[in-house]
């Protein structure tokens, strides 16, 4: 019959319509900034640099101290739109596996310019840089407030766990893997000198008497 | 009452004059659609209510806008580039005056013959409906008949051009 | 008491030309009632904006405007603002008289509509014989104004628009005409006020509404189909429509004009709405016995209200229609329907009181959509597809 699609369509929206009253699928709007809904934990936004907690460094501030960029400025280099400006220092500072390296005095990020293709994530061999998830960075300064500094840029390793959960918790498994086994082979290096300085110390005095 | 006459009818003779002597073609349609609403506004006022709408209705409705369609689809619509005015504008003008000279005697002879305004009827639609049904039967259907017509012949001339492509 | 409410306006009126001499009493009668006619529509379109928007918008899984003010109440408001401090541009070679005319004649010639809809018991503007005529002659002059807007605005997409506009508002003017004709046909009177009386009866609690006889309801479809094409409303909207025109005919206006022909298509709305109550659902009577203590007017603007909640309905519902398959459902289904409705009144009238004619005619007028329905808007089926794939 004529106009019966017609009314199946009017039946359709009508149960759309007094259901969106009443049950959450037939309304599926988040209003936001009301509600906000947390992002997926592989969302990306802009970068972030991470640091170690619990470093100490005279009298550098934690974020300063653990900060794990060495400042190899690979990922200024692969930037497609260049957006990160790196000055390295001229002193080295021990860094989490207590070995000496350089560190940024400058990190900044041109985030009305970065395009947010995670190559800078991708090539960073120490962990460093990683994409944080806040969007909300709007300012009403168009070019000084969208130069991030490090100050800004540097986000504690929590807050990493915090955002990227399985990421973070893989990373610091490597970590410490890898400081553990730094420490077996510094105790073996120890040892092995210790025995060293044992056999040299019995030495020159057997020299010293046979003379 | 009378103050309300001049108004239309000057309405209506200004439509009807700019009707022709204006350049652009749809204007003059527009303004020839300004004379029939003051002839409508007349019939009102001699109380004819069913002429009156029925006036609206069709001549504006329908009429201005077939011929405002017609202008669209010719050519019409682009502004002339010589004079609006013909070359035998005066014999024209002389021509138009003669037969509204004609008309004018014939209405004057004819409103001797009729009774005077106190008495003229009040034709509600009604008594149109019946009169048409009854007495004036023959005219309504020779008219629907030529309507019918018209329809068939315009949908065979249309036809006959998507053929002829 | 229930009499003083149901005429509180009539007595507000008097009470108020009570101060004025006598001679110019029906003049500013006259006055007062167009005052509070474009007092009130116009304030009833501000609502309706925001009901559609609203009710489009839970249609679709989502809210309407709520930011405005509680629940988006004062949308209306932000909306008129933004409306009349925009820019108005009009194009340096546009007609400029006639672009400036065209959205006054169209909110003239619907606001003209209003002043013979019975919108209460004695509650009429203007009572005249010839009323349903009237205000097809003004529904005939809003035409001139879509048309005068395409084409003085030297826009091809504004003059495609209007044409189609104009085409569209005449094939179905016919319908809207012969619906109606049927209920003249057994009233008996072109006058609004004589066909609500006559409807205003009832049998028991069941009130004698057009809509409750099978031609009455046949024409009300009729009727419905026919009046959202003539306010150009979705699923008839093509030539407004945003993705297909720009906006059709009214491309070219910003700011107040374009407020004006929104306003205008919504006055239009509900004058139809209007009078599609007045001729089939009984205008401002009661639907049962026992409710007539409700004020007369109240029910005309529920009915009023529940049709444009249809029109919203329908407009969160349906596919645009293609111009072509418009013209064709009107000439092809809607018209010839609409005569063979016609004639079914005639028969019912004929037929005397009784159930013979119930059955008779219920009968005729399903058998006739089922069979026009598959006779005239019969769709092509295509067979299985074959392809032929590149070598």
């Not at chain 2, 204006?22 to 209510?49: P, S």
């Not at chain 3, 409306?83 to 194009?91: A, G, H, M, R, Y």
């Not at chain 3, 005529?133 to 495609?160: D, H, I, P, T």
């Amino acid at each position: 019959m004529l106009g019966e699609g017609i009314l199946r369509g009017l039946a359709e929206t009508a149960r759309n319509f007094f259901g969106s009253y009443v049950s959450k699928q037939r309304y599926t709007t988040v209003e936001y900034p009301e509600v906000r809904i947390a992002p997926i934990e592989a969302a990306r936004v802009f970068p972030f640099l991470v640091y170690d907690e619990g470093m100490k460094d005279g009298g550098r501030p934690e974020w300063e101290a653990g900060l794990r960029c060495t400042s190899c400025q690979i990922c200024e280099k692969e930037c497609p739109p260049k957006c990160i400006f790196i000055e390295k220092s001229k002193e080295k500072k021990p860094d989490a596996f207590g070995k000496q390296q350089f560190y940024p005095v400058r990190f900044d990020i041109d985030i009305s310019v970065c395009m947010s293709c995670q190559i800078c994530v991708e090539v960073c061999p120490f962990d460093s840089i990683k994409m944080d998830t806040q969007f909300e960075l709007a300012t009403d300064d168009r070019f000084g407030d969208l130069l991030v500094h490090v100050d800004k840029l540097a986000k504690s390793n929590s807050y990493y766990n915090s955002i990227h959960p399985s990421e973070a918790s893989a990373i610091d498994h490597h970590r410490e893997e890898t400081k553990a086994m730094l420490a077996v082979k510094a105790k073996a290096a120890a040892e092995a000198a210790a025995a060293k300085a044992a056999t040299a110390a019995a030495k020159p005095p057997a020299a010293g008497e046979g003379a | 009452m009378s103050v309300i006459f001049w108004l239309i009818s000057a309405i209506t003779l200004g439509g009807a004059l700019f009707a022709v002597l204006l350049k652009n073609t749809v204007h003059c349609a527009l303004a020839l659609t300004v004379a029939f609403a003051g002839l409508a506004f007349l019939f009102l006022g001699l109380d004819a209510q069913f002429a009156g709408f029925a006036q609206i209705m069709v001549y504006i409705g329908a009429v201005a806008i077939l011929v405002v369609f017609a202008i669209l689809l010719t050519r019409g619509s682009e502004t002339p580039k010589g004079s609006v005015y013909s070359r035998y504008a005066f014999s024209g003008l002389v021509a138009a005056a003669g037969v509204f000279a004609v008309l004018g005697w014939a209405v004057l002879q004819s409103a001797r013959v009729l009774p005077n305004e106190a008495q003229t009827p009040i034709a509600t639609a009604q008594q149109i409906g019946v009169a048409l049904v009854g007495r004036y039967v023959l005219p309504l259907e020779i008219v629907a008949l030529l309507l019918t017509v018209a329809t068939i012949g315009a949908v065979i001339v249309a036809l006959h051009e998507k053929e002829g492509k | 008491m229930f009499q003083t409410f149901d005429q509180i306006f009539i007595l507000l009126r008097d009470w108020v030309l009570g101060f004025l001499p006598v001679g110019l009493r029906p003049g500013a009668g006259v006055v007062l009632g167009v005052v509070a006619i474009v007092c009130v529509f116009p304030a009833l379109f501000a609502l309706t904006v925001l009901l559609e928007r609203k009710g489009l918008g839970r249609m679709q899984n989502r809210p309407g405007p709520n930011r405005v003010g509680p629940f988006g109440l004062l949308q209306p408001i932000a909306d008129a603002i933004k409306s009349l401090t925009k820019e108005d541009i009009v194009p340096t070679t546009a007609n400029g008289f006639i672009h400036f005319l065209a959205p006054l004649v169209l909110v003239v010639a619907v606001f003209m509509g209003f002043a013979v809809l019975p919108m209460g018991r004695n509650m009429v503007l203007v009572d005249m014989d010839c009323a349903l005529l009237f205000y097809f002659a003004m529904g005939a002059s809003s035409e001139l104004a879509v048309f005068m807007a395409g084409w003085s605005s030297r826009n091809k997409y504004s003059l495609l628009g209007a044409m189609r506009a104009v085409a569209q508002m005449i094939s179905y003017e016919v319908i809207l005409l012969l619906s109606g004709l049927a209920v003249v046909m057994i009233t008996g009177s072109l006058s609004l006020t004589r066909i609500v009386e006559a409807q205003n009866q009832y049998t028991g609690i069941f009130p004698h509404w057009n809509i409750f006889t099978p031609w009455g309801l046949a024409g009300f479809l009729m009727y419905a189909i026919a009046a959202t094409a003539e306010t150009n409303r979705s699923p008839f909207d093509l030539p407004e429509g945003e993705s297909e025109l720009v906006a059709g005919y009214h491309t070219e206006y910003s700011g107040f004009k374009f407020a004006l022909f929104f306003l205008g298509e919504y006055l239009a709305m509900f004058s139809i709405s209007g009078l599609g109550s007045t001729l089939f659902l009984g205008g401002w009577s009661a639907p049962f016995s026992f409710l007539q203590w409700v004020p007369s007017w109240i029910w005309f603007f529920s009915k009023l209200m529940l049709s444009i909640f249809v029109f919203i309905w329908m407009r969160g519902t349906l596919p645009r229609l293609r111009q072509d398959q418009l013209m064709n459902f009107a000439w092809k289904f809607v018209l010839p329907f609409t005569l063979y409705n016609l004639m079914v009144t005639a028969l019912w009238r004929f037929l005397g009181e009784g159930w013979q004619r119930w059955v008779v005619c219920t009968v005729l007028v399903v058998a006739g959509y089922v069979l026009l329905g598959r006779v005239s808007m019969r769709r092509e089926h295509f067979g299985p597809r074959s392809y032929r794939y590149a070598e």
